[in-house]
């Protein structure tokens, strides 16, 4: 239902360049990174592809179905992004690939020193105090839909790789530990959110996120928050977007939204009601909110629902 964060279009190899016409390759590549441009003009099943290294890649146009990691297989759609693990083999169809209707997506091989160095650097500036956290790069979670930080991230890295600016592997470096650290900070709050009822000794992350589902259709002062977790406000802000990359308000905007998805599923349902009970004293602001994250207004999702 989400409307997704397309990435800007890439300008396809011209007929002359094409080696193949499934999984044709275009490399630029950096110190620390390689881009890869991957374009298919027909129909294929079952086409192998491994990196050494970890990879990010992201949908452009087209469609893929893929086979990752011995899961089911899924529809891999622009607006999406797959990381993959080193030595991983993935395993594509093109079922829909022809001249008129290629299928193109980027692939960003990551160098594993820089990625140990970037873990490191969390972890050297990332914890506070007593609570130490582990940082790392898991795949949990290795299929998602992008978010606004992460288009524009992978833009800017497309472009800068694909540039002929002499200090591309400057500017590369930048956007690409800003990526790295936002997409271990994403899967932080994922496992933390999926920690927070199953952990009778609940460290401070896990009380705070448990605090504000239990407290979601109320109001929530961020300074109730702060003294949760035995911080300053100011100290709680940082504290909270350096663990997860987004700030509190945003958290609870989310999880506010998320239940308003599954409140709004019910016909008997109007958009003033689920606004208070989610949480919102205001409804226009619910509903600026609501579009922000989901693409389109309460009422026009709850008409989109089949029941």
Same mark, same amino acid.
């Given at each position: 239902m989400?409307?997704?964060?397309?990435?800007?279009?890439v300008?396809?190899?011209?007929?002359? !360049?094409?080696?193949?016409?499934?999984?044709?390759r275009?490399?630029?590549?950096?110190k620390?990174?390689?881009?890869?441009?991957?374009?298919?003009?027909?129909?294929?099943?079952?086409?192998?592809?491994?990196?050494?290294?970890?990879?990010?890649?992201s949908?452009?146009?087209?469609?893929?179905?893929?086979?990752l990691?011995?899961?089911p297989?899924?529809?891999?759609?622009?607006?999406?992004?797959?990381?993959?693990?080193?030595?991983?083999?993935?395993i594509i169809?093109?079922?829909?690939?022809s001249?008129?209707?290629?299928?193109?997506?980027?692939?960003?091989?990551?160098?594993?020193?820089y990625?140990?160095?970037?873990?490191?650097y969390?972890?050297?500036?990332?914890?506070?105090? !007593?609570?130490?956290?582990?940082?790392?790069?898991t795949?949990?979670?290795?299929?998602?839909?992008?978010?606004d930080?992460?288009?524009?991230l992978i833009?800017?890295?497309i472009?800068?790789?694909?540039s002929?600016?002499?200090?591309?592997?400057?500017?590369a470096?930048?956007? +690409?530990?800003?990526l790295l650290?936002?997409?271990?900070?994403?899967?932080? +709050?994922e496992q933390?959110?999926?920690?927070?009822?199953?952990?009778?000794?609940?460290?401070?992350?896990?009380?705070?996120?448990?605090?504000?589902?239990?407290? +979601?259709?109320?109001?929530i002062?961020?300074?109730?928050?702060?003294?949760?977790a035995?911080?300053?406000?100011? +100290?709680?802000?940082?504290?909270?977007?350096?663990?997860?990359?987004?700030?509190p308000?945003?958290y609870?905007?989310?999880?506010r939204?998320?239940?308003?998805?599954q409140?709004?599923?019910?016909?008997?349902?109007?958009?003033?009601?689920?606004?208070?009970?989610?949480?919102f004293?205001?409804?226009?602001?619910?509903?600026?909110?609501f579009k922000?994250? !989901?693409?389109i207004?309460?009422?026009?999702?709850?008409s989109?629902i089949?029941?």
């Amino acid at each position: 239902m989400q409307v997704k964060n397309h990435l800007n279009h890439v300008a396809l190899s011209s007929s002359r !360049e094409l080696q193949t016409l499934i999984e044709n390759r275009r490399i630029f590549n950096l110190k620390n990174c390689e881009l890869n441009i991957f374009e298919s003009y027909e129909q294929a099943q079952h086409v192998p592809l491994t990196f050494h290294d970890l990879v990010i890649t992201s949908m452009v146009r087209g469609h893929k179905v893929m086979h990752l990691m011995d899961r089911p297989s899924f529809h891999y759609l622009p607006g999406e992004t797959v990381i993959v693990p080193p030595n991983e083999t993935m395993i594509i169809d093109f079922p829909e690939a022809s001249l008129d209707n290629p299928t193109q997506c980027i692939a960003l091989a990551v160098d594993d020193a820089y990625l140990k160095d970037t873990i490191e650097y969390l972890h050297s500036y990332y914890n506070i105090g !007593e609570d130490k956290t582990h940082w790392e790069l898991t795949f949990n979670k290795y299929h998602f839909e992008n978010d606004d930080d992460i288009t524009a991230l992978i833009n800017k890295l497309i472009n800068v790789c694909s540039s002929g600016d002499k200090a591309k592997n400057i500017y590369a470096d930048l956007h +690409l530990k800003e990526l790295l650290i936002r997409l271990i900070q994403s899967q932080h +709050l994922e496992q933390a959110h999926a920690s927070i009822h199953s952990s009778n000794n609940q460290n401070r992350l896990q009380y705070v996120l448990h605090y504000i589902q239990e407290h +979601l259709t109320e109001k929530i002062a961020v300074d109730a928050l702060s003294r949760k977790a035995y911080l300053s406000r100011n +100290l709680f802000f940082k504290w909270f977007r350096e663990q997860f990359g987004i700030t509190p308000l945003e958290y609870i905007n989310r999880e506010r939204v998320k239940l308003a998805k599954q409140l709004l599923s019910q016909p008997s349902q109007n958009v003033n009601t689920v606004s208070k009970q989610c949480g919102f004293s205001d409804v226009n602001y619910f509903v600026r909110v609501f579009k922000q994250i !989901e693409g389109i207004t309460p009422k026009a999702y709850q008409s989109c629902i089949i029941i």
